[in-house]
């Protein structure tokens, strides 16, 4: 792998966690495990503020959350998984994360296609969300 895949690896990891903790904060302030079926019936309201002071919004099979420090979106995956990432959502963080400012879509993409010859990141193309990438065993 280049320097530049496991840089890309790195911003997957971190992309993930953060989904992973923000998608933790929603169940436990709005009292629901599957989010989107949730929000797609009204049974929580589909934007608001966490009392931890996060913003969210649910859109289309998604959710954007906004904090000081960052905007963070994501898709639900099959079975309610999270951690899906595609290179705009990659991006999109890192051009507001200092330490992967510098990486463009360009070469997240790339980094996307050795790492998924590599079988680093699979690609499974399941509903909702068929365009999701996913890190291998995860």
Known sequence: MTNEDNRVLALIRRYAALVSEHVA????ALGQSDLLMAANS????????????????FHGVGCTVETPDYTLDFDFG???RVGGFDAWRLS????QLDDFGELSREEIEEALERLSAAGVVIAPGLPPSPHLRYLAGS
């Open 92 to 95: 999109r963080l890192a051009s």
């Open 42 to 57: 009204r049974l929580i309201p589909r934007s608001g503020v966490l009392p931890n002071g996060v913003e969210y919004f």
């Open 25 to 28: 904060d929603l169940r436990n």
């Open 78 to 80: 099959p079975i309610e």
